[in-house]
């Protein structure tokens, strides 16, 4: 591929997110999930105009999503099938993410760079956390996708880290901080681990992890409400902050880090999981960086920059680990 070919196909982006966006809007992922059809055969199940729906499907073809045989049947491959609701891996709910509410942000980019501030309000006239708690169907959605993403990289992560030698005597208590509805205990307990869980999050999200926790039987685990910026539960052997600070600008995710370690006692830990931005050879981190630019105003960090928030805090960096499969992450104590 020449340099402007290579260009072309970077700025045109625009259109394969919408192309995909616009087969989940109308279903054509699940559908296809019952065998191949042809573009006529889903248009009249989906309630959507053949012709378009050919040509869009086709698109997709071209870049490698779904596949077409000689008699015009759409049938999934490899890379369409995580577009499916119901598939172990599915992305339908950050791709619907992606596609709708962070597509329509970076409409602001210029702005978020000029300005180094969220451009999500100026997109949807509200900061991004308040417009979850106002679309409760957005919010659904979001939270499903965070879930699906954090569950493989969580259980690579129970795979290779001995979460059972945390406590010097006894069961070890680990505190997951902005830890949502739990979902960080579940691989831990399906693992055989020994542990007692405290869920430490937002009063609102206490009827969903308690429901949650229930649900899992994660009988040693319960949920307490609180904020992250006042105060968390003193005393466990690990304390984890899990996709957080990336959220936060400097400054505040310095006041987060200083909240964990009044918290702290001696032999406590402190584990930070985020995507390290350039850790990879992939633009993944970078493209994330974006989305937390354009959102939050905040920024994926480089390893050297996390180790710089946690000695700002008065928390000594003890190692940054990689384990294949899992996100990086960064384990701190105060001695």
Not at 13 to 36: F, K, S
Not at 276 to 293: Q, V
Request: with cysteine.
């Amino acid at each position: 591929m020449d340099a402007t070919a290579r260009a072309k196909q970077v700025f045109f982006g625009y259109i394969q997110t919408q192309c995909v966006q616009a087969m989940l809007e109308l279903g054509v992922p699940d559908a296809l999930a019952a065998g191949p059809r042809t573009a006529a055969a889903l248009a009249a199940e989906l309630g959507a105009a053949a012709d378009p729906l050919a040509r869009a499907l086709d698109a997709l073809v071209c870049l490698g999503l779904f596949q077409r045989d000689a008699d015009g049947n759409y049938a999934h491959n490899a890379a369409s099938e995580c577009l499916r609701t119901d598939h172990e891996n599915s992305m339908a709910d950050l791709f619907g993410f992606c596609g709708r509410e962070s597509y329509r942000t970076f409409g602001n980019l210029t702005a978020a760079v000029r300005d180094n501030r969220p451009v999500f309000p100026d997109a949807w006239g509200q900061p991004f956390w308040q417009h979850l708690r106002d679309n409760p169907e957005r919010k659904a959605r979001f939270g499903r996708a965070m879930e699906r993403q954090s569950e493989h990289l969580l259980q690579a992560l129970v795979a290779q880290f001995n979460f059972a030698d945390l406590a010097k005597s006894g069961v070890p208590q680990i505190a997951d901080i902005g830890g949502s509805k739990g979902q960080f205990f579940r691989p831990l307990a399906r693992a055989g681990v020994a542990f007692e869980g405290i869920v430490f999050d937002l009063p609102e999200l206490a009827p969903l992890a308690e429901r949650f926790l229930a649900d899992e039987k994660l009988d040693t685990c319960r949920f307490i409400a609180g904020d992250f910026f006042r105060a968390v539960p003193a005393g466990a052997d690990l304390y984890v902050l899990k996709f957080v600070l990336h959220d936060w600008r400097d400054e505040e995710a310095i006041i987060i880090l200083k909240t964990v370690r009044a918290a702290m006692k001696p032999g406590s830990r402190l584990m930070v999981i985020e995507l390290l931005r350039g850790g990879d050879p992939s633009p993944w981190s970078h493209l994330s960086d974006m989305i937390m630019l354009t959102t939050f105003g905040a920024k994926e960090r480089t390893e050297a920059e996390y180790r710089g928030l946690l000695d700002a805090a008065g928390l000594r960096t003890r190692t940054c680990a990689r384990v294949a499969g899992a996100p990086p992450f960064l384990l701190a104590s105060v001695d």
